[in-house]
């Protein structure tokens, strides 16, 4: 892999995805890197690949993709084709809402509600298939960057603490280097986006750095249950499925949403989503089938499948999603410093999570010159 590039991207989830896709069908000879943390392409519409047994697949973070009603000829034109091609599938109808009371219904809402297929992983690989020479966009995975510097009207990143790669122009697509969070996740002393200004030099970055300090996210916690029982899963007529617990439930047990996914062997991967604004509290597995048992047990499918479920693993989203303070798209570039911004931390009023991650990365690729 080569060191130099026109544009180094840190982050390999949708709004890096879509910046890179539209920046390569706008100038096919730019050279691209995404510099990713993770193992594998989406951020935090990501899929899991259980390590201890390889068949099975899930969905781990963002399930699914809500679109407002006035979502933009951009971001149209990105999608139709994978809804043509049934790579994006509108799942409006596999989503239900559980109330206090124990009583299914279907969940009503004023979003087109899409799930990539698969796996919500694919989205982004279709995004940068749309690109037109993707032999320019290169990708680094698990590779986390700490240090960023801007010398001689270049940028120079350091990877995983050693590699050295440079590039005439930055983009961040998550605001992790730039909010205070950074210190614990990535255990620095200071974040990496102040260190390579001094205040004052870039008032485009001072602002980005005092707002993004103010943004508070929502916290979440999967728990990811078993279903090994084929002959319990095969009374389940869903291929998948989405629960949503009304909001009484939300404020009493934290629960947010169960998602059920069929896996190849025909077993069952249930994840249950719980939300937090502060700390996230540790609950006994065995509270919370006991409570998923009581709620549904007027279903005696999902009564035998939480009974016969067990937990194989649990991950806290320490920042699943900004709740305030989303930047304005003013602050999305600077033109003196060769540094640009994208993400679900901008402001595009009606919408929220990939709509405006998406919003945001359309918007800054038609910034450049
Ligand atoms: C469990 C869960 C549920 C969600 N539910 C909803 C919902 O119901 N509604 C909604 O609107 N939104 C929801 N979201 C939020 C939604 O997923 C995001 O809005 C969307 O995926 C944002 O995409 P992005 O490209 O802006 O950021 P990301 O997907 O976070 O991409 C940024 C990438 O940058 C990488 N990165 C960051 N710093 C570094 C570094 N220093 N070095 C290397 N790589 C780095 C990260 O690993 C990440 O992959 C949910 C998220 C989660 C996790």
């Not at 605001?175 to 620095?188: D, F, K, N, V």
Request: proline share 3%; with cysteine; aromatic share 10%.
């Amino acid at each position: 892999m080569k060191n130099n590039y026109d544009f180094i991207i840190i982050g390999a989830g949708i709004s890096a995805c879509t910046f890179a896709s539209l920046l390569n069908k706008r100038f096919s000879d730019v050279s691209i890197l995404l510099v990713e943390h993770g193992r594998r392409i989406g951020g935090r519409a990501t899929t899991r690949r259980s390590r201890k047994n390889k068949i099975l697949e899930f969905d781990h973070g963002l399930p699914s993709i809500n679109l407002s009603q006035d979502v933009s000829k951009d971001i149209l034109s990105i999608i139709s084709p994978l809804i043509k091609s049934k790579k994006l599938v509108d799942i409006s109808k596999d989503i239900l809402i559980i109330n206090e009371l124990g009583v299914l219904k279907n969940g009503f809402t004023n979003y087109k509600i899409y799930r990539s297929l698969p796996f919500m992983s694919n989205f982004c690989k279709e995004i940068i298939n749309q690109s037109i020479n993707p032999k320019k966009i290169n990708f680094s995975f698990q590779s986390v960057t700490k240090s960023i510097k801007r010398i001689n009207n270049l940028w120079e990143i350091k990877v995983n603490n050693e590699r050295l790669m440079k590039s005439s122009n930055l983009i961040l697509s998550s605001s992790l280097i730039a909010h205070p969070r950074c210190l614990e996740i990535l255990e620095t002393n200071s974040l990496p986006l102040r260190d390579a200004f001094t205040p004052g030099k870039d008032i485009v970055v001072d602002s980005v750095l005092r707002e993004t300090s103010k943004i508070t996210y929502k916290k979440r916690k999967i728990y990811i249950l078993y279903v090994s029982s084929l002959l319990t899963v095969q009374n389940f007529k869903h291929k998948y499925l989405q629960v949503l617990f009304s909001s009484v439930i939300r404020e009493n047990l934290n629960f947010e949403r169960l998602i059920f996914q069929i896996q190849s062997d025909g077993s069952m991967i249930i994840i249950l989503h719980c939300t937090y604004i502060n700390t996230i509290p540790e609950i006994n597995i065995d509270n919370i089938i006991k409570s998923l048992t009581s709620l549904f047990i007027k279903y005696r499918i999902f009564f035998d499948l939480f009974s016969k479920a067990r937990l194989i693993n649990q991950m806290d989203w320490r920042a699943s999603q900004p709740i305030n303070h989303f930047l304005p798209k003013e602050l999305q570039w600077s033109s003196s410093s060769k540094i640009g911004f994208c993400g679900d931390w901008f402001d595009f009023n009606c919408c929220e999570g990939v709509e405006s991650a998406m919003n945001s990365a359309i918007r800054l690729v038609k910034l450049l010159n």
